[in-house]
């Protein structure tokens, strides 16, 4: 049951790689607590009570409440896909709440740390620290996400229209546009890469000419924003909060910074303008007599 679940996200819901083992590992887990709590493999067995059994299993585990909701999500599109099935009649979720979460706000970077690091020329000689220097300022421009960065080829930069096509989740492709700027140290950068290498379809390569891998990724730009701030994250999904931020600070429409940055709900949209309202109450306790 649980690989015919796998194989439909995995190859008709075109679900991440990383998304299907985390589904993987969710409900092996459930499973083995089935196994263990109640003697029961078979999910037309199983309960409301048993899943509210695990749950409280899991608090006692000191598991957040954030990754209790990822694994009540994993729950939910597994029985869901079952009763599509006709494989059981009554759906056990259907009287699980989840447990409530706090909210934080997205963390970005300010614009004259960005400044900082990208006009002053804070990256290496040569090759790598070109390639760098493109792939902190394409985060920081574009929004896109780790997976999507690493997975871009040569044909995806378009320069007759000054626009990267990038492979999103489920497969869906969306076009980002980016300045005469990033177009100048794009080209600056395909230049270099082929006086090191020679053609290579993939955009992005390691020192040795390999395609690139989100872990090198990561932390060459955590490397690189540790030179300009000392918070605790400095990581690409950052980038892509200040991006987010700083788009809908200079008046950008909410469904614009949806689209590009490939959310399909404008809820995941709209934590960012959390942010803009904190950066309009702080002018506002400056700039007003009464605040």
Do not use: C
Request: avoid cysteine.
């Amino acid at each position: 049951m649980k690989e015919r679940f796998l194989a439909y996200i995995q190859f008709e819901k075109r679900y991440s790689p990383h998304t299907v083992i985390a589904y993987r590992n969710d409900l092996e887990q459930f499973f083995v607590f089935l196994d263990n709590q109640y003697k029961i493999i078979e999910i037309q067995e199983v309960t409301h009570s048993m899943i509210r059994s695990w749950l409280v299993h899991l608090m006692e585990e000191k598991i957040s409440p954030r990754s209790v909701n990822r694994k009540l999500t994993t729950l939910k599109s597994f029985y869901k896909f079952f009763i599509r099935n006709g494989v059981i009649i009554q759906d056990p979720m259907r009287k699980i709440s989840s447990p409530k979460t706090s909210k934080h706000l997205p963390l970005f970077m300010e614009k004259d740390q960005m400044d900082l690091l990208l006009d002053q020329a804070l990256f290496e000689e040569g090759y790598p620290g070109v390639r760098n220097r493109v792939i902190v300022e394409l985060f920081y421009v574009t929004g896109m996400r780790l997976s999507e960065l690493v997975n871009l080829k040569e044909i995806d930069v378009d320069f007759q229209s000054d626009t990267i096509k990038v492979l999103g989740k489920r497969n869906k492709e969306r076009l980002i546009p980016f300045s005469k700027k990033t177009k100048l140290l794009l080209k600056s950068y395909l230049l270099e890469k082929s006086k090191e290498f020679g053609p290579d379809e993939s955009l992005f390569l390691t020192d040795k000419g390999k395609k690139i891998y989100p872990k090198m990724v990561y932390l060459l730009v955590h490397h690189h924003l540790s030179k300009v701030t000392t918070r605790d994250k400095r990581s690409p999904h950052v980038l892509r909060h200040t991006f987010a931020t700083q788009m809908l600070n200079n008046g950008a429409e909410l469904n614009a910074v949806k689209d590009l940055l490939g959310h399909a709900n404008l809820s995941a949209t709209q934590v960012y303008t959390h942010n803009s309202i904190e950066k309009l109450k702080r002018i506002y306790k400056q700039a007003h007599p009464k605040a």
